[in-house]
């Protein structure tokens, strides 16, 4: 009996602190919250378990602190969800760096876990795994000739990750290619500038955007570029490249897509009680300028945001490939013991209620990238349609111009025949502008000086 109330006083301080730290994810209805037998039974076993291991386990020396960690991850995977996942304090900090501060030391990719396998999500632009070939949808299979088989995603970051100037080798299993593919990487410093910027087209009338990655640098970054193409009349088009970009701060990608929809909702959040929160845009001081958004299979969470109200609202086109499909919201939690939880606490969908999870989303334009070319397809049919609308639209307003009107102010003196002659070289000029100023002239032979008169082109 004893024993048993020891077990229920550490029940009742492990399930207060994740209550506190709001994550308890055993879900119970009203009348199983108030019945801590029923919540006993639930989590005795584990208890028992723990207890049996430090009285009967072979080894006395136990790292208690491993083995919590150990079932915390193999509670968090019972879940099936690869982006909910616990973190021990030196990975939490690490992530917290990486996500805020912009830099780390690696190979320059974002991986997850999908169909239990370690994929690239994306390459990082101008790192080392970028450099080295390695592709958005590489399944890697081995790190340094050991099987990533069963391998946590955690583990295969910490793997991965090292000095620079260290050397790792990556085994790469690519879709249409049989043989596994060896890359033999340097370690780098890898430094992420969120937003790069180009301007492109023959009449270097279109702005180029590039973002790589959704954090706090983001936004200022980008309405600095955004600035400068608004004081550059010249600029009258945007391409907008989201591929390979694998996602990051939810609050991040709302500000991004404000910046070109002006109203209206950016994204639809629905939580586990099926509680659906709107969140419009923040309005914009840029140009309607027309707008093509660039996605391939690594635009991924925060840029399936962007790129999804883009297309919904009809702001621009969405050309390349279909997006990777990572249509759920995570939340970070600390603990008390300096690490944390990433857990998925909402699935988005786009302005139209379109969900984007395990789907991803279709461009409107279909362009497949080169597979044996360094020639970017996408990008140049981007700035071919863009300069294309450009042209007709220049063509359209010749044609404007030369249908639009002139006006002249009648003068002392005139009459509808001596400004006929003005304009016209034919003698029926006159009746062309009565015509057009019945509601100023009542008598052709009756006009007074300062009325406007508009003079049609023929």
Same mark, same amino acid.
């Given at each position: 009996?004893?024993?048993?109330?020891?077990?229920?006083?550490?029940?009742?301080?492990?399930?207060?602190?994740?209550?506190?730290?709001?994550?308890?994810?055993?879900?119970?209805?009203?009348?199983?919250?108030?019945?801590?037998?029923?919540?006993?039974?639930?989590? *005795?076993?584990?208890? #028992?378990?723990?207890?049996?291991?430090?009285? %009967?386990? =072979? +080894?006395?020396? $136990?790292?208690? /602190?491993? &083995?919590?960690?150990?079932?915390?991850?193999?509670?968090?995977?019972?879940?099936?969800?690869?982006?909910?996942?616990?973190?021990?304090?030196?990975?939490?900090?690490?992530?917290?760096?990486?996500?805020?501060?912009?830099?780390?030391?690696?190979?320059?990719?974002?991986?997850?876990?999908?169909?239990?396998?370690?994929?690239?999500?994306?390459?990082?632009?101008?790192?080392?795994?970028?450099?080295?070939?390695?592709?958005?949808?590489?399944?890697?299979?081995?790190?340094?000739?050991?099987?990533?088989?069963?391998?946590?995603?955690?583990?295969?970051?910490?793997?991965?990750?090292? *000095?620079?100037?260290? #050397?790792?080798?990556?085994?790469?299993?690519? %879709?249409? =290619? +049989?043989?596994? $593919?060896?890359? /033999?990487? &340097?370690?780098?410093?890898?430094?992420?500038?969120?937003?790069?910027?180009?301007?492109?087209?023959?009449?270097?009338?279109?702005?180029?955007?590039?973002?790589?990655?959704?954090?706090?640098?983001?936004?200022?970054?980008?309405?600095?570029?955004?600035?400068?193409?608004?004081?550059?009349?010249?600029?009258?088009?945007?391409?907008?490249?989201?591929?390979?970009?694998?996602?990051?701060?939810?609050?991040?990608?709302?500000?991004?897509?404000?910046?070109?929809?002006?109203?209206?909702?950016?994204?639809?959040?629905?939580?586990?009680?099926?509680?659906?929160?709107?969140?419009?845009?923040?309005?914009?001081?840029?140009?309607?300028?027309?707008?093509?958004?660039?996605?391939? +299979?690594?635009?991924?969470?925060?840029?399936? &945001?962007?790129?999804?109200?883009?297309?919904?609202?009809?702001?621009?086109?969405?050309?390349?490939?279909?997006?990777?499909?990572?249509?759920?919201?995570?939340?970070?939690?600390?603990?008390?013991?300096?690490?944390?939880?990433?857990?998925?606490?909402?699935?988005?969908?786009?302005?139209?209620?379109?969900?984007?999870?395990?789907?991803?989303?279709?461009?409107?334009?279909?362009?497949?990238?080169?597979?044996?070319?360094?020639?970017?397809?996408?990008?140049?049919?981007?700035?071919?349609?863009?300069?294309?609308?450009?042209?007709?639209?220049?063509?359209?307003?010749?044609?404007?111009?030369?249908?639009?009107?002139?006006?002249?102010?009648?003068?002392?003196?005139?009459?509808?025949?001596?400004?006929?002659?003005?304009?016209?070289?034919?003698?029926?000029?006159?009746?062309?502008?009565?015509?057009?100023?019945?509601?100023?002239?009542?008598?052709?032979?009756?006009?007074?000086?300062?009325?406007?008169?508009?003079?049609?082109?023929?």
């Amino acid at each position: 009996m004893i024993k048993r109330k020891k077990i229920i006083t550490l029940i009742s301080i492990f399930v207060v602190v994740f209550i506190i730290s709001g994550f308890l994810f055993y879900k119970v209805n009203k009348a199983e919250e108030n019945n801590k037998e029923v919540l006993f039974n639930h989590i *005795e076993p584990f208890f #028992e378990t723990l207890n049996l291991v430090r009285s %009967e386990y =072979v +080894e006395k020396d $136990l790292d208690i /602190n491993k &083995i919590v960690q150990g079932a915390i991850k193999g509670m968090l995977k019972a879940l099936d969800d690869p982006y909910t996942r616990y973190m021990d304090p030196q990975a939490f900090k690490r992530e917290q760096e990486d996500m805020f501060l912009g830099y780390f030391g690696g190979l320059g990719v974002i991986i997850s876990v999908k169909d239990d396998q370690i994929i690239i999500i994306s390459p990082i632009e101008d790192t080392p795994a970028y450099k080295a070939g390695i592709k958005a949808g590489d399944k890697i299979v081995e790190i340094d000739g050991k099987s990533t088989e069963g391998m946590e995603l955690d583990d295969a970051v910490n793997i991965l990750r090292g *000095e620079k100037g260290t #050397e790792v080798t990556i085994g790469i299993k690519r %879709e249409k =290619v +049989e043989e596994i $593919l060896k890359f /033999n990487i &340097i370690r780098d410093i890898i430094e992420v500038q969120a937003v790069k910027e180009k301007i492109m087209g023959e009449e270097n009338n279109i702005g180029y955007i590039r973002i790589t990655t959704f954090n706090v640098n983001t936004k200022p970054e980008l309405e600095e570029v955004l600035n400068g193409f608004k004081k550059d009349s010249n600029i009258q088009r945007i391409i907008l490249d989201l591929r390979n970009n694998p996602g990051g701060l939810l609050d991040s990608a709302i500000e991004v897509a404000s910046e070109f929809i002006k109203e209206g909702p950016i994204v639809h959040i629905k939580d586990r009680e099926g509680v659906k929160v709107t969140i419009p845009s923040k309005g914009n001081q840029y140009p309607p300028w027309p707008l093509i958004v660039l996605v391939n +299979e690594g635009s991924a969470s925060a840029s399936e &945001i962007v790129s999804g109200a883009i297309q919904d609202s009809k702001r621009g086109k969405l050309l390349g490939e279909k997006t990777f499909g990572k249509g759920v919201v995570q939340q970070v939690f600390n603990l008390s013991d300096g690490s944390g939880v990433v857990i998925t606490t909402s699935e988005y969908f786009t302005p139209n209620e379109r969900s984007i999870n395990h789907i991803g989303i279709e461009p409107d334009i279909l362009i497949e990238a080169a597979e044996d070319s360094e020639e970017d397809v996408q990008l140049n049919k981007a700035i071919e349609l863009l300069e294309k609308k450009s042209k007709e639209e220049t063509i359209l307003a010749e044609v404007l111009e030369k249908s639009k009107p002139e006006y002249y102010e009648v003068k002392k003196g005139d009459s509808l025949w001596k400004i006929a002659e003005k304009f016209y070289i034919h003698s029926e000029g006159w009746i062309i502008i009565f015509e057009a100023n019945k509601d100023k002239i009542k008598n052709p032979d009756l006009i007074y000086p300062y009325q406007r008169f508009t003079i049609p082109k023929k």
